[in-house]
């Protein structure tokens, strides 16, 4: 059964950086599609980026292109997201998910597996 753990949220300040660590367990890493979303209060799972199992260009939703950057350790068996310049829209709980198929998806019901979530807080 495979599990996920993210770590890495915390309450930053506004224009900080902060990356976010997701473990992958009892699986095959390499095959599958890892993705990256976020839930704000009272608002709909979004999609913020994801990463192939070999890697290749990732994809990101439109609001954090220039200033997030997902990535992956096949090694480790762990997905990255740093995010830079945070914003006080970014306030969320982050989720890593991961995904049995070999495309990109930015859909929630794509992706097979969930983590518990992080939460990421931005002071002004």
């Known amino acids: 059964q495979v599990q996920l753990v993210e770590s890495g949220g915390g309450l930053v300040q506004s224009g900080d950086s902060l990356t976010l660590a997701c473990e992958f367990f009892g699986g095959a890493f390499y095959d599958y599609t890892m993705g990256w979303f976020r839930q704000a209060p009272g608002r709909e799972r979004e999609f913020v980026a994801a990463i192939r199992g070999s890697g290749g260009t990732p994809d990101y939703t439109d609001s954090v292109k220039g200033r997030v950057t997902i990535s992956r350790d096949n090694i480790k068996n762990k997905v990255y997201l740093q995010m830079n310049s945070l914003h006080p829209e970014d306030p969320s709980i982050y989720y890593c998910?991961?995904?049995?198929?070999?495309?990109?998806?930015?859909?929630?019901?794509?992706?097979?597996?969930w983590g518990s979530g992080t939460q990421v807080t931005v002071s002004s």
């Open positions: 998910a991961a995904d049995t198929t070999k495309s990109i998806a930015a859909v929630v019901i794509i992706y097979d597996y």
